[in-house]
């Protein structure tokens, strides 16, 4: 992948002034419509309980809407159509594949359990299960993590400013977070559901729009896009055949260890996440959250192939050079007014996800971190608030370092990957004290880190230690470290009492 920042990243396509002007006001509406849902939706904060979980009313069609926005996003939207462009469908394993995998996991065997403890974040959870000394130090993991899966989002909607405005990528990720900032600090939960249903409906029609007009170029279907679907997956595969695969080629550990990691992050990364199971907690009940995640994951897949279908479509219709494939065909297969519209439902998706992604590292650092602090004590909504403009410009430093979209979207899922271990636990377990979380997440959390490290030292150390360390991807190292940690800690710490009869 191509690092984000560097120069000539993207090429401004050459648009006419008056369909710059029809997209400069069309935003700005849009951004004022964003912003009065969001001044309305004050109206329903009361307390912390408002803030954080919506009250904990959410209905079926405000929590699964609120959920796929969560989730569809810069990932789904452009790093999988490039993926898709340049790997195939093995380049999408984690997303789409895998992570709407996850929402239907986390529907079946997480979300009624989970709901039922009534709590406001994950942290929480670990506070319950294993004590507070747990709490924290998975507040401390899981906070950071979030960074990288933020600045995924200001990057994805900044490439849209420079692609069709010429509006240098720095200053449009700054502008983007800005927005963000001011949607989720004004109305907590209930601004960023709102909203995300909005958006996540004309996002949805607007990539619809996008889909069907490239699948009807003349190169295509000639104004059948069902035809054009055919003539992309057939040509693909005589012109790229292992881009349709789904399994790698090689029969080798070098092939399968990487493929099957991404599985695993996907599947199982995502399910301590705050984002997620935040709107778990805020559904009115047991089974609302569970048909929520369940719902939203069917129909993240069903919509998560389209970019798929769009990177795999750019190889058809422009095979040459580097190109970012949904941005580049809404240029060249779009209306003015339907590039607005498409542009539109570009900024629902992302600024959906940039919303859900900044609430919730934010509230668990003003819930279960900074709330201990005496001088935060007397007012959660103000503490939550300032913890949203934090974790918010942790996101801009993160997007200014430079990486590529799916390496944001991996790094994010792979740290939260080192702490799924104790929830599945917590759950289904007998956890004897708080032993046993604490070393699954730091021996987890090391062992991640250290194997991350060696893979971007490559020519700096040792071929043999480089080879012995990255021929098992991070991700693996942190999930069987944090195995191995939970049961060393389990057959170090005294059962627990039984239970009066």
Same mark, same amino acid.
């Given at each position: 992948?191509?690092?984000?920042?560097?120069?000539?990243?993207?090429?401004?396509l050459?648009?006419?002034?008056?369909?710059?002007?029809?997209?400069?006001?069309?935003?700005?509406?849009?951004?004022?419509?964003l912003?009065?849902?969001?001044?309305?939706?004050?109206?329903?904060?009361?307390?912390?309980?408002?803030?954080?979980?919506?009250?904990?009313?959410?209905?079926?069609?405000?929590?699964?809407?609120?959920l796929?926005?969560?989730?569809?996003g810069?990932?789904?939207?452009? %790093?999988?159509?490039?993926?898709?462009r /340049?790997?195939?469908?093995?380049?999408?394993?984690?997303?789409?594949?895998?992570?709407?995998?996850?929402?239907?996991?986390?529907?079946?065997?997480?979300?009624?359990?989970?709901?039922?403890? /009534?709590?406001?974040?994950? %942290?929480?959870?670990?506070?319950?299960?294993?004590?507070?000394?747990?709490?924290?130090?998975?507040?401390?993991?899981?906070?950071?993590?979030?960074?990288s899966?933020?600045?995924?989002?200001?990057i994805?909607?900044?490439?849209?400013?420079?692609?069709?405005?010429?509006?240098?990528?720095?200053?449009?990720?700054?502008?983007?977070?800005?927005?963000?900032?001011?949607?989720?600090?004004?109305?907590?939960?209930?601004?960023?559901?709102?909203?995300?249903?909005?958006?996540?409906?004309?996002?949805?029609?607007?990539?619809?729009?996008?889909?069907?007009?490239?699948?009807?170029?003349?190169?295509?279907?000639d104004?059948?896009?069902?035809?054009?679907?055919?003539?992309?997956?057939?040509?693909?595969?005589?012109t790229?055949?292992?881009?349709?695969?789904?399994?790698?080629?090689?029969?080798?550990?070098?092939?399968?260890?990487?493929?099957?990691?991404?599985?695993?992050?996907?599947?199982?990364?995502?399910?301590?996440?705050?984002?997620?199971?935040?709107?778990?907690?805020?559904?009115?009940?047991?089974?609302?959250?569970?048909?929520?995640?369940?719902?939203?994951?069917?129909?993240?897949?069903?919509?998560?192939?389209?970019?798929?279908?769009?990177?795999?479509?750019?190889?058809?219709?422009?095979?040459?050079?580097?190109?970012?494939p949904?941005?580049?065909?809404?240029?060249?297969?779009?209306?003015?007014?339907?590039?607005?519209?498409?542009?539109?439902?570009?900024?629902?998706?992302?600024?959906?996800?940039?919303?859900?992604?900044v609430?919730?590292?934010?509230?668990?650092?003003?819930?279960?971190?900074?709330?201990?602090?005496?001088?935060?004590?007397?007012?959660?909504?103000?503490?939550?608030?300032?913890?949203?403009?934090?974790?918010?410009?942790?996101?801009?430093?993160m997007?200014?370092?430079?990486?590529?979209?799916?390496?944001?979207?991996?790094?994010?899922?792979?740290?939260?990957?080192?702490?799924?271990?104790p929830?599945?636990?917590?759950?289904?377990?007998?956890?004897?004290g708080?032993?046993?979380?604490?070393?699954?997440?730091?021996?987890?959390?090391?062992?991640?880190?250290?194997?991350?490290?060696?893979?971007?030292?490559?020519?700096?150390?040792?071929?043999?230690?480089?080879?012995?360390i990255?021929?098992?991807?991070?991700?693996?190292?942190?999930?069987?470290?944090?195995?191995?940690?939970?049961?060393?800690?389990?057959?170090?710490?005294?059962?627990?009492?039984?239970?009066?009869?």
């Amino acid at each position: 992948m191509m690092p984000l920042l560097a120069a000539g990243d993207l090429p401004t396509l050459a648009l006419d002034p008056g369909t710059i002007r029809l997209l400069a006001w069309a935003i700005g509406g849009y951004v004022l419509f964003l912003l009065a849902i969001s001044i309305y939706a004050t109206g329903e904060v009361k307390d912390e309980t408002d803030y954080v979980v919506a009250g904990r009313r959410l209905p079926l069609f405000l929590a699964w809407g609120t959920l796929i926005a969560t989730w569809f996003g810069a990932a789904a939207m452009f %790093a999988a159509a490039g993926a898709a462009r /340049e790997e195939g469908l093995l380049g999408v394993v984690l997303d789409p594949f895998a992570c709407a995998g996850t929402l239907v996991l986390a529907g079946v065997f997480f979300a009624r359990p989970l709901w039922k403890m /009534e709590l406001y974040t994950m %942290a929480d959870f670990y506070r319950v299960k294993y004590g507070k000394a747990a709490e924290i130090l998975s507040a401390c993991i899981q906070v950071p993590s979030y960074f990288s899966w933020i600045a995924l989002q200001y990057i994805a909607l900044a490439r849209i400013l420079e692609l069709y405005f010429g509006i240098p990528l720095v200053g449009g990720i700054l502008a983007v977070a800005g927005v963000t900032l001011a949607y989720t600090m004004i109305g907590g939960m209930w601004s960023v559901t709102l909203t995300d249903t909005v958006q996540i409906v004309i996002g949805l029609v607007g990539l619809v729009v996008l889909v069907v007009a490239t699948l009807s170029d003349a190169r295509l279907g000639d104004g059948d896009p069902l035809r054009g679907l055919s003539v992309v997956y057939t040509s693909v595969a005589k012109t790229h055949p292992d881009h349709l695969r789904l399994v790698p080629a090689e029969a080798s550990l070098a092939a399968i260890l990487p493929w099957l990691a991404a599985w695993a992050t996907g599947l199982f990364g995502n399910i301590p996440g705050q984002d997620l199971q935040q709107r778990v907690f805020a559904s009115k009940s047991p089974n609302t959250a569970m048909h929520a995640c369940i719902l939203a994951g069917v129909l993240y897949f069903v919509f998560g192939m389209i970019p798929v279908t769009l990177g795999l479509a750019s190889l058809v219709t422009h095979p040459e050079g580097e190109l970012d494939p949904v941005g580049f065909l809404a240029g060249e297969y779009l209306s003015p007014v339907m590039l607005v519209v498409f542009v539109i439902a570009v900024m629902s998706m992302v600024v959906s996800t940039a919303t859900s992604a900044v609430l919730a590292p934010a509230t668990i650092l003003g819930h279960n971190l900074l709330a201990r602090l005496p001088a935060l004590k007397g007012n959660a909504l103000l503490r939550d608030r300032l913890c949203v403009v934090l974790v918010s410009l942790g996101g801009v430093v993160m997007a200014l370092c430079g990486k590529s979209l799916m390496q944001l979207l991996d790094v994010a899922l792979s740290i939260q990957l080192t702490v799924f271990v104790p929830v599945v636990m917590g759950i289904y377990g007998r956890p004897r004290g708080s032993l046993p979380a604490m070393l699954s997440m730091v021996l987890g959390f090391a062992a991640w880190l250290v194997s991350f490290v060696v893979e971007h030292l490559d020519g700096r150390m040792p071929e043999a230690v480089y080879a012995a360390i990255t021929t098992v991807p991070s991700d693996f190292w942190g999930l069987g470290f944090s195995i191995a940690g939970y049961a060393i800690g389990q057959a170090l710490s005294p059962p627990s009492p039984e239970p009066a009869a």
